[in-house]
């Protein structure tokens, strides 16, 4: 049988892999060698290995987790595909997050820092029909999009005629599970079993306006949060956005977004 195998060098360049590679695959269990020589510690290999061997490095280079690879190796034709159509979607996504930094770099490489024009005023109280999420920070579109879509159709069958723009509520950290609300205000003394009511108080605010993609609007909470402790005001939850142009209304360079953070004067 060992005639049959190959050493682990000969492998290697079989599979145009290093040495360093294969040691590193079965260590962390990923591919075994058939055979270890209990004497030298040599390790052997069977020619028929290439095939996973070569997917293993295929996967590594497109950054797949060790975990993963295992996973898909382990499963039939039809688990793999759904191991690596998962993995595509978390690729997908993390370059549409990376196409936003991008376009973010050059905003700020172009102009500097956006100046946004940060005023203080006060918000009248406001009771908001609201429906609530959990949800990473990354997946605050998808969660937003889904209270939406949860949201309208409801007040819709209730017959609430609900008062533009459209809110959605934030806490002031972003944390790694956090909670997050959107809301539409309906007319005064409108209500409907199965809709949950917010009452947002009245009082001081900051706030500001961003004109552009909601992947930009980091900046605008940058200059918005600056100009806040800046002035020695303490902030207040939760954070909130109202979408005065939305994306229905004009291309996503001409959207509009007021950010309010509710404040409390200092006492220290």
């Given at each position: 049988m060992q005639d049959e195998l190959l050493t682990i060098g000969r492998f290697a360049r079989l599979c145009r892999l290093s040495v360093k590679q294969l040691r590193h695959y079965d260590e962390t269990g990923l591919l075994?060698?058939?055979?270890?020589?209990?004497?030298?510690?040599?390790?052997?290999?069977?020619?028929?290995?290439?095939?996973?061997?070569?997917?293993?490095?295929?996967?590594?280079?497109?950054?797949?987790?060790?975990?993963?690879?295992a996973q898909a190796l382990a499963a039939d034709p039809e688990s793999r595909a759904q191991i690596l159509r998962a993995?595509?979607?978390?690729?997908?996504?993390?370059?549409?997050?990376?196409?936003?930094?991008?376009?973010?770099?050059?905003?700020?490489?172009?102009?500097?820092?956006?100046?946004?024009?940060?005023?203080?005023?006060?918000e009248p109280e406001r009771r908001l029909a609201v429906v609530r999420a959990v949800c990473a920070p990354a997946e605050i579109g998808e969660k937003f999009e889904e209270c939406v879509g949860r949201l309208l159709p409801a007040l819709g069958d209730a017959g609430i005629t609900w008062e533009p723009p459209l809110w959605a509520l934030y806490p002031l950290d972003l944390e790694e599970r956090m909670e997050i609300a959107v809301g539409a205000q309906p007319p005064?003394?409108?209500?409907?079993?199965?809709?949950?009511?917010?009452?947002?108080?009245?009082?001081?605010?900051?706030?500001?306006?961003?004109?552009?993609?909601?992947?930009?609007?980091?900046?605008a909470y940058n200059a918005l949060f600056a100009a806040v402790h800046e002035r020695g005001l303490r902030p207040q939850a939760p954070v909130r956005e109202a979408y005065l142009v939305g994306p229905a209304e004009a291309p996503r360079e001409e959207l509009m977004t007021r950010l309010i953070i509710p404040i409390q004067e200092s006492t220290a």
């Open positions: 075994a060698p058939v055979r270890v020589d209990a004497g030298s510690g040599y390790r052997y290999y069977a020619p028929e290995q290439a095939r996973d061997a070569l997917t293993i490095a295929l996967l590594r280079e497109m950054d797949l987790p060790l975990a993963v690879i993995e595509r979607d978390r690729l997908a996504e993390r370059i549409s997050r990376d196409r936003a930094r991008l376009e973010m770099l050059e905003r700020l490489a172009a102009g500097g820092l956006p100046g946004y024009e940060v005023t203080m005023g006060r005064k003394g409108a209500g409907t079993p199965g809709l949950e009511f917010e009452v947002l108080p009245g009082g001081p605010v900051a706030e500001t306006v961003h004109i552009g993609p909601y992947a930009q609007l980091p900046l």
